[in-house]
C-alpha cells in the first residue's frame, strides 16, 4: 500500500532488484503504469478502504509494507484519522485475514499520540495499533526524506526561483534530512531481517541542519541562492493559514504544529546504521540530483 508513492517506487524498485515479487495497490493503475517497467511488479487496480479489495492483494503474500499517508488533509476522503489510522486499522483485519503476519508500518519521525500535530498524532495512532496487534511488525520513522521527486527540496527550488526573498517559518527547528534510497533500502533490510521484528527504526542523514540552513543549502545547489527571513509566530501562523487556500495546500496549521518540534533522531534509537546502511548526506544527494550552481 503506497507503493506508487515518492518512497514507495523507490522501495518497490529496491524490492524487485532484490528479486522479491512485488504487489502494489494503486487507486489509480492508469497514472502509475510506469512502475511495470520492472519486471516481477504486479499493479493492482483498487481502493485500500473497499472491502475485500486490500485482502485480495494481500493473498499470498511474505510481508506487507504501509506507506500510504498525507501530510495534509483533503477534502475528498483524505482525513489524517481516516487515512493514517483507519487504513491501518483495515489493514491489519485484511493481513490476519489471509495469514500474511509480516508488517512493515513505514511512520513518521516524532510520531506520538500526544504530539503537537494531527499529522504527527495520527501517525502516533497508528502505530500503536500496529505495535498492539499479533503481527510481526517493524516501524520505520524517516525524518523529511529527500530525493529526486520529493516533495521537499524540489518544490523549495521551485519557490526560491519565483521569489527575491523567502520567508520561513520556524526557521530554527532542526531536521536531519534523510536519503530516498537509504529509506527504500531500510525496507527492504527490515523484510529480510528476522532480528527487525518488533523494532522500530528511526531513519535520519548524517547531519542535523537548521530549516534556515536546509533552504539556504538548497537555494545554492539549485543555482538559485536567496536571502531567508525567519516570520515572527504571528505572521508565520497567519502565513500558514492564507496558504491552505492555496491549490495544493503547499503549508498548512497542522504543518506548522509539525514543526514545533525538532526532527531530529535520537542519539541512543536504532537507526540506518543498525541496518547497516550508511546514511547519504544531503549535499552529496542534492547534487546528484538538482546540482546545477555554486557547488562552494
Ligand atoms: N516524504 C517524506 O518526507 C516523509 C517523511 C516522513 C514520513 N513519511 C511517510 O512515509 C510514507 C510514504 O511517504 P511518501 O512521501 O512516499 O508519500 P506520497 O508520495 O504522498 O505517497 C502516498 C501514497 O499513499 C497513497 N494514498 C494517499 N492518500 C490515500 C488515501 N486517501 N487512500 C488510500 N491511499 C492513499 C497513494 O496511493 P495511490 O494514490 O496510488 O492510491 C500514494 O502511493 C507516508 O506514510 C508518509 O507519511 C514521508
Redesign the pocket.
Known sequence: ?????????HAAARLVARGHDVT?????RH??RGLLVLPTLRLVDG???DPGTLAAAMLGADAVV??????NE?R???GFR???VE?VEHAISAALEVGVSRFIQ????KARRDGPSA?LRT?GDAERKVQDSSLAWTI???????GPE???SIRLARLLRLVPALPLTRPNVRIAP?F?GD?AEAVVRVIETPGAIGNSYQLCGPRVYSLRELVTLIGRVAGTPRPVLGLPETMAKLLAHLMEFIPGKPFSRDNYLTLSVHNICDSDAPGLRALGISPTGLETGLRRYMGSGDDG
Open positions: 500500500m503506497g507503493g506508487t508513492g515518492f518512497i514507495g517506487r502494489v495497490l494503486t487507486r489509480a497514472r502509475n481502493d485500500p478502504f504501509n506507506l500510504v499517508g498525507v501530510i483533503t475528498r476522503g483524505g481516516h487515512v493514517h487504513l513505514v511512520s513518521a519521525l499529522y501517525k520505520l520513522q524517516p525524518s523529511v526524506v529527500f520529493d516533495d521537499f534523510v530516498v529509506v
